[in-house]
């Protein structure tokens, strides 16, 4: 199985996880319950079967399982052909079973349930689906043709036809069931796991630009002074040689290169993050961050910042964390990608709430996945003439997935809909997508003390 390169977010990678001594220990318990059930309806109930056949089978599970232990290290991971032929295997020993112990009628041939519904979780949907093929042929073979139990008198234990049915459509159902089953809940599982590490490596990239930020100003701020004495004495020299043109040339060079030095660590450091006053900005300064990368994309970005009912006059300061920034500029990614030609960025504040309101001129949300933005991986994102609503490519829905985690764990409560009128000069129609800070989980005090700065360490 192709395994995604480092970094890379998978949908779909299930493979080498299943971990063969983790396998060996479930195989070891189902087996000892099968042998325990083997001796109790033996001894116990006076059932009687082949029992020299029984004990080649059950010898057969026990030899893999010992082999599995003895042979593989501990940190032993099975591919997808090495879990399919294990699972393969689990099945036809335990159909075995079934077919020397009574067939369809065993009340333990329900067991054949497990290695469908485990493989469901650890195969791809194409294994899995041919195993349960596989699982339904073998039990619809034991149902037509096994050794029937007897008891001590040479009873045969049967059943009546419509039970024995009944037994079989109970298993097929099972199997069909237990493999959708298990398989949707897995995939979504993994699908949520690699969206949320998205999530965290866009948190991690953007953290990591903040400390080089504040390193890079750091750096400009404790060099100032040596490159300013530098040029002090490459002035002075220029002056005592001006005798000799190579050395007041050298000493010209030496000069221009310091003010190089200057002038690139200040541009460097220009947007310098290390210093707690950038910790904090205006609600204006924050969004105009967020939107920069989009705002020469060719379409119009407006900003609307006023207070709402209840809200002072002054804009408030937020918090200006990683997560925030991120989050609002995957949303207004989005809203640039869809419009036409303007996107709206309004922000509103009361005495209670921060609200913020992204909108564009596109097309709007298609109403069949509405309901699912903010999950991972969504496919859904054609319209109904199969046109690619999104230009250039068709998403995932993981943008918007990263934006809403990043965003919530801020205090943010977040809404996505479509508008359905105007609202002033805003658009009547396309995206709208809302969120809501309370204040006390976003906004600061403008006049509360700082403390002091914490050194950057890489």
Known sequence: MTMPAFGEISQDHRGDWVRLRTMTYVRLLALSGQVAALLVAHFHFGLRFDVALVGLVVGAAGLSILSSLMLFPQTKRLSEAEAFLTFLFDIALLVCLLYLTGGITNPFSLLILAPVAVSAMALRPRSTLILSLIAIALVTLITFSHQPLRFNDGTVLTVPPLFAFGFWAAIVIGILFQAFYAHRVAAEGTSLANALLAAQMALSREQKLTDLGGVVAAAAHELGTPLAT??????????????????????????????????????????????????????????????????????????????????????????????????????????????????????????????????????????????????????????????????GYEGMGLGLFIAKTLLERSGAVM?????????????????????????????????????ENVPLSL
Not at 322 to 327: L, M, V, Y
Not at 418 to 434: C, E
């Open 230 to 391: 530098i040029k002090l004495i490459a002035s002075e020299l220029a002056e005592e040689v001006k005798d000799r043109p190579d050395l007041a040339e050298d000493a010209r060079i030496l000069r221009e290169q310091a003010d190089r030095c200057r002038d690139i660590l200040r541009s460097m450091g220009r947007a310098g993050k290390d210093d707690l006053h950038l910790r904090r900005a205006p609600v204006e300064a924050v969004l105009q961050e967020a939107a920069e990368p989009h705002l020469a994309r060719g379409k119009s970005v407006q900003f609307r910042i006023a207070p709402g009912p209840g809200g002072a006059d002054e804009q408030p300061v937020i918090l200006r964390r990683p997560e925030i920034i991120h989050g609002l500029r995957n949303l207004i990614q989005n809203a640039v990608d869809f419009a036409r030609a303007e996107v709206w960025v309004q922000a509103r504040w009361t005495d209670r709430h921060l609200s913020l309101r992204i909108s564009d001129d596109g097309p709007g949300f298609p109403p069949q996945i509405i309901g699912y933005i903010g999950e991972p991986f969504i496919r859904r994102r054609r319209d109904p003439a199969g046109t690619p609503r999104r230009p």
């Open 415 to 451: 809404d996505f809909s479509n508008a359905n009128a105007p609202d002033a000069d805003m658009p009547a129609h396309g995206a709208q997508i809302t969120v809501v800070w309370p204040l006390a989980r976003i906004v600061v005090d403008p006049n509360e003390a700082l403390g």
